[in-house]
C-alpha cells in the first residue's frame, strides 16, 4: 500500500495550489483528480487581477489575455473606467491546473487524473483513502492528512447530508466564441459585465477577451425569487442576448459551452475540518458572492491551510482550529458585506435603482474601482455618493439659476 504525508482531492486551483505548496516543502504528497484531463471541466470563467499571477508566481502560459480597463453596462448606460496599465488576466483554467498539477510534479509528488475519492477510513491510527480509476478496480492507499479540495461537491468533510449547512446556489453558464478580428477588438484589453434587468435579471452577465479572436461570454443566475420580476428566461437566453443583441455577433463559431453550480454557505457555516481531515477553496465556500470571483481566494486558502497542515504534520498543532480561526478573521467580514450588497443588487433592485448605484461609481478612478470589485474596499462607495450627490445639487442650482434668469428677463 502507497503512504503519504497528505492526500489532496481535487486538482482544482485550491488542490493543486495545496499540493504545490506542500510538495515544494518537502512533503510527500498525492493529488487526485476525477477527471481524466484538465479540458474536461474547463469551467470557470477565470478573470482575475495581476496580483494572481505575481502573489502565485504563475507563468504567462497560462494567461488567455490580459485586460486594463473595467466597463459596467446596465439596462440604460454605460459607465467605463479606463487605465493605462495591465490590471489583470483573463486565465486559461485549463492550464492554470495542469501547471499547478505539473509543480506538483516536478517536485516529487504524484498526481492520479482520473481517480475518484470513494471513502476514507480511521484504522489504527491510520486513514486509508479508497480511489477508483475509471473502469478500474479501487485502490487504497494511506495518509496522515487528508485535503477535501472538491469544491462544491464537499465529498469527504461531510459524512451525511443532513451536516450541511443550507447554501446558496448561484449558476453560471459561459460560451467560448470564435468572433471576426473586428468584434474581437472591440472587447480586447477590458472586462464587460453587464446588470439590470434587460442583459440578467437575478444575476449578471459578462464578455471577457481570451486569446485573440475569442472572446467569453456568460451569464450567472442566483436562482432566487426576485422581489419585483416574476418571470425570467434561461441563462442561454441571455447570453445569446449579448452574442446576437450587444456584440451583434455576425460569423461566429462557439468552441465551448461550459458551466457549473456554486455552492455558497452564507455567513461562512461550513465545517472547515475534521480529526486529521481539512477542507479548502470552494469545499469552504471561497467564493466571493459579489462577482463570482474564487481563483485567487481559493489559492490563498489553500496556502493557509498548507502552512497550518505543515504544523499539525511537525506535531506543533493538534487540530485545525487555527486553520479555521485565521479564515474567518481574513476572509469573513468582507465575504458578509459582498454577499449583502450582491443579493440586494441580484434580487430585489429596480433598474432605475442599478442605474443609480452605477452612476454613483462614475466619479471613482478605475483603482478605486479596483479596490471595491476585487478588494471589497467598500468604504470607497461612500467618496463615490458624494461626489455624485454634489454633481446633482450643482446640476440642480444650474437648472434653478438659469430658471430664475429667465424670469427676470
Ligand atoms: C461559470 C463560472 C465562472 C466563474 N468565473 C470566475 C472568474 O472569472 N474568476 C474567478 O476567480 N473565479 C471564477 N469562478 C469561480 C472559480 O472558478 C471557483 O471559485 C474555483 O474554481 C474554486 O476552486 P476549487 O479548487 O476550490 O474548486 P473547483 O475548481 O471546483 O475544483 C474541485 C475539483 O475537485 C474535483 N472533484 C470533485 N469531486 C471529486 C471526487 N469525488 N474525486 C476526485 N476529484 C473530485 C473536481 O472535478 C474539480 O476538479 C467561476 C465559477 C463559475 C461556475
Same mark, same amino acid.
Given at each position: 500500500?502507497?503512504?503519504?504525508?497528505?492526500?489532496?482531492?481535487?486538482?482544482?486551483?485550491?488542490?493543486?495550489? !495545496?499540493?504545490?505548496?506542500?510538495?515544494?516543502?518537502?512533503?510527500?504528497?498525492?493529488?487526485?483528480?476525477?477527471?481524466?484531463?484538465?479540458?474536461?471541466?474547463?469551467?470557470?470563467?477565470?478573470?482575475?487581477?495581476?496580483? *494572481?499571477?505575481?502573489?502565485?508566481?504563475?507563468?504567462?502560459?497560462?494567461?488567455?489575455?490580459?485586460?486594463?480597463?473595467?466597463?459596467?453596462?446596465? *439596462?440604460?448606460?454605460?459607465?467605463?473606467?479606463?487605465?493605462?496599465? *495591465?490590471?489583470?488576466?483573463?486565465?486559461?483554467?485549463?492550464?492554470?491546473?495542469?501547471?499547478?498539477?505539473?509543480?506538483?510534479?516536478?517536485? &516529487?509528488?504524484?498526481?492520479?487524473? &482520473?481517480?475518484?475519492?470513494?471513502?476514507?477510513?480511521?484504522?489504527?491510527?491510520?486513514?486509508?483513502?479508497?480511489?477508483?480509476?475509471?473502469?478500474?478496480?479501487?485502490?487504497?492507499?494511506? *495518509?496522515?492528512?487528508?485535503?477535501?479540495?472538491?469544491?462544491?461537491?464537499?465529498?469527504?468533510?461531510?459524512?451525511?447530508?443532513?451536516?450541511?449547512?443550507?447554501?446558496?446556489?448561484?449558476? &453560471?453558464?459561459?460560451?467560448?466564441?470564435?468572433?471576426?478580428?473586428?468584434?474581437?477588438?472591440?472587447?480586447?484589453? =477590458?472586462?464587460?459585465?453587464?446588470?439590470?434587468?434587460?442583459?440578467?435579471?437575478?444575476?449578471?452577465?459578462?464578455?471577457?477577451?481570451?486569446?485573440?479572436?475569442?472572446?467569453?461570454?456568460?451569464?450567472?443566475?442566483?436562482?432566487?425569487?426576485?422581489?419585483?420580476?416574476?418571470?425570467?428566461? =434561461?441563462?442561454?437566453?441571455?447570453?445569446?442576448?449579448?452574442?446576437?443583441?450587444?456584440?451583434?455577433?455576425?460569423?461566429?463559431?462557439?468552441?465551448?459551452?461550459?458551466?457549473?453550480?456554486?455552492?455558497?454557505?452564507?455567513?461562512?457555516?461550513?465545517?472547515?475540518?475534521?480529526?486529521?481531515?481539512?477542507?479548502?477553496?470552494?469545499?469552504?465556500?471561497?467564493?466571493?458572492?459579489?462577482?463570482?470571483?474564487?481563483?485567487?481566494?481559493?489559492?490563498? !486558502?489553500?496556502?493557509?491551510?498548507?502552512?497550518?497542515?505543515?504544523?499539525?504534520?511537525? &506535531?506543533?498543532?493538534?487540530?485545525?482550529?487555527?486553520?479555521?480561526?485565521?479564515?474567518?478573521?481574513?476572509?469573513?467580514?468582507?465575504?458578509?458585506? =459582498?454577499?449583502?450588497?450582491?443579493?440586494?443588487?441580484?434580487?430585489?433592485?429596480?433598474?432605475?435603482?442599478?442605474?443609480?448605484?452605477?452612476?454613483?461609481?462614475?466619479?471613482?478612478?478605475?483603482?478605486?474601482?479596483?479596490?471595491?470589485?476585487?478588494?471589497?474596499?467598500?468604504?470607497?462607495?461612500?467618496? =463615490?455618493?458624494?461626489?455624485?450627490?454634489?454633481?446633482?445639487?450643482?446640476?440642480?442650482?444650474?437648472?434653478?439659476?438659469?430658471?430664475?434668469?429667465?424670469?427676470?428677463?
Amino acid at each position: 500500500m502507497r503512504n503519504f504525508d497528505v492526500v489532496v482531492v481535487g486538482a482544482g486551483p485550491a488542490g493543486g495550489q !495545496c499540493a504545490r505548496w506542500l510538495a515544494k516543502s518537502g512533503y510527500h504528497v498525492l493529488l487526485v483528480e476525477q477527471h481524466e484531463t484538465f479540458e474536461k471541466n474547463d469551467f470557470s470563467s477565470a478573470a482575475t487581477p495581476l496580483e *494572481t499571477l505575481e502573489k502565485f508566481d504563475l507563468p504567462e502560459d497560462v494567461v488567455g489575455s490580459f485586460w486594463q480597463n473595467l466597463v459596467i453596462v446596465t *439596462t440604460n448606460l454605460t459607465r467605463n473606467w479606463d487605465s493605462p496599465q *495591465t490590471l489583470g488576466a483573463v486565465l486559461n483554467f485549463a492550464k492554470l491546473r495542469k501547471f499547478l498539477a505539473d509543480e506538483v510534479k516536478s517536485c &516529487g509528488g504524484d498526481v492520479w487524473l &482520473g481517480y475518484r475519492y470513494m471513502k476514507y477510513a480511521q484504522k489504527q491510527g491510520e486513514t486509508l483513502v479508497e480511489l477508483k480509476p475509471r473502469g478500474g478496480e479501487p485502490i487504497t492507499v494511506t *495518509t496522515q492528512v487528508l485535503v477535501d479540495a472538491t469544491g462544491p461537491a464537499r465529498a469527504l468533510i461531510y459524512r451525511k447530508e443532513s451536516e450541511k449547512p443550507a447554501f446558496l446556489k448561484p449558476s &453560471g453558464i459561459e460560451y467560448l466564441i470564435e468572433v471576426s478580428d473586428n468584434d474581437y477588438e472591440k472587447y480586447a484589453n =477590458s472586462l464587460w459585465f453587464f446588470l439590470g434587468h434587460k442583459w440578467m435579471p437575478k444575476g449578471y452577465s459578462w464578455i471577457f477577451p481570451m486569446e485573440k479572436p475569442q472572446l467569453k461570454v456568460g451569464a450567472a443566475s442566483y436562482r432566487l425569487d426576485h422581489k419585483l420580476i416574476k418571470q425570467t428566461e =434561461s441563462i442561454r437566453y441571455y447570453i445569446d442576448l449579448l452574442i446576437h443583441e450587444y456584440i451583434q455577433a455576425k460569423d461566429y463559431k462557439i468552441i465551448d459551452i461550459h458551466g457549473s453550480t456554486l455552492h455558497y454557505s452564507s455567513g461562512l457555516q461550513d465545517i472547515y475540518y475534521r480529526d486529521n481531515i481539512i477542507a479548502i477553496g470552494d469545499a469552504v465556500s471561497m467564493v466571493n458572492l459579489l462577482g463570482g470571483e474564487g481563483i485567487r481566494h481559493a489559492m490563498h !486558502c489553500a496556502e493557509i491551510a498548507g502552512k497550518h497542515i505543515q504544523k499539525y504534520l511537525k &506535531g506543533e498543532s493538534a487540530s485545525f482550529q487555527d486553520y479555521q480561526k485565521e479564515i474567518y478573521q481574513k476572509f469573513s467580514r468582507s465575504w458578509n458585506l =459582498s454577499e449583502k450588497i450582491g443579493m440586494k443588487r441580484y434580487l430585489i433592485e429596480s433598474d432605475q435603482k442599478i442605474d443609480e448605484g452605477v452612476s454613483y461609481l462614475a466619479p471613482l478612478e478605475t483603482q478605486e474601482m479596483m479596490d471595491i470589485l476585487f478588494y471589497y474596499k467598500f468604504e470607497k462607495l461612500s467618496k =463615490s455618493l458624494i461626489v455624485y450627490l454634489m454633481r446633482k445639487i450643482r446640476s440642480w442650482w444650474k437648472v434653478k439659476g438659469q430658471g430664475q434668469m429667465t424670469k427676470d428677463k
